[in-house]
């Protein structure tokens, strides 16, 4: 019997540090992805529009809960290793303050998500009729709507009115950029013709909504499996730090 018991708080063990080998790994992977954001900012905020600035400090945030989970995940190792009860009440501690972190952020998304998307669709009209300059073109505003239009199959961010009086159409005397075409090449595409066999009519901010709504399932669902292996990693390290007072 006793044999059994130690057997399962091994089993309990191993798969402690299995899951704090996964916070580790998530955390570098959140740290990159802080940094990146920083390094980039100047060139999101060229899309996007300085408002967006505000949302650009989510890269500090990933940078502080990157380190923080990966010391986390350290911290959970060690504990489980050394026996430690205190370690693991600190993982467990930890993880219960990031799981409550996490549910009210996933609050505040839920009812401000309107508001956040009726900023960037403003922000984002500005931006298109200042700074876009024509298709080809190698600033980062103009080749980032240009791999956007492309990539949706879109024109503008509702559709190529957008374009009317924008520093480009000032610029080319054209209603709409190539990369509005269904064929840049095309004879067809002079900038003039609007029928929907020349430019794509529908607009990139619906698209690219579209697109998220589509995949809100696969995000759902590795929300779900981030925070049910949390729930495993508290409830393991509550499991352990009582054994080991039993055993004590």
Known sequence: MESHAQSVF??????????NAIITVAGFVLLGFGVWVKVHGDSILQI???RAGHFL???Y?????GCF?????FIGCCGVIKESKMLLMLFFLAMATIFIGEISCAIVILVFQSIVATIFHEEALQLLKNNYTGFGD??????????????????????YTDFIDSFYAKRKRRLYPKSCCLDPTSTDCDGVDISETVIYTKGCFTAVTSMIK????????VAVGIAV????AMAISLTLFISLFRIA
Request: glycine content about 14%; hydrophobic content about 50%.
């Open 138 to 159: 190698k600033n980062f505003a103009t080749y980032g709507w240009d791999s956007v239009m492309s990539t949706f199959r879109c024109c503008g961010v509702n559709n």
């Open 57 to 59: 400090n989510v890269g």
């Open 214 to 221: 589509r995949n809100s399932i696969v995000v759902g669902g």
């Open 10 to 19: 091994f089993c309990i063990k191993f798969l402690m540090v299995g899951i």
């Open 229 to 232: 292996i949390e729930v495993i």
């Open 48 to 50: 996007l529009g300085t």
């Open 61 to 65: 945030f990933c940078i502080a809960a």
């Open 69 to 73: 989970l990966a010391l986390l995940g």
